[in-house]
């Protein structure tokens, strides 16, 4: 597991069976939408949207 160390909780790795649900809409995430922008040699940033209602759900960035 990773570096991250919460008090009091435990941290597992989710079940082959476990898919999340989108918090706006409610459906099943089967699939996540990305968009990128840049290369990523440079500078490499992505938007993770809901395929459904298209709400944002993440953003990250990478860069040297």
């Known amino acids: 597991m ?3 160390n919460f008090a009091g909780v435990k941290v597992a790795d ?3 069976s476990a898919i999340p649900k989108c918090p706006k ?3 099943d995430l089967d ?3 990305v ?3 840049g290369t990523g040699f440079v500078k490499k940033e992505q938007i993770l949207m809901c395929p459904y209602c298209r709400i944002f759900l993440g953003f ?3 860069s040297l």
């Open 35 to 37: 968009k990128s922008k």
């Open 25 to 27: 809409c409610e459906k």
């Open 2 to 4: 990773g570096v991250f």
């Open 31 to 33: 699939e996540i939408w």
């Open 14 to 16: 989710a079940p082959p």
């Open 60 to 62: 990250g960035s990478f």
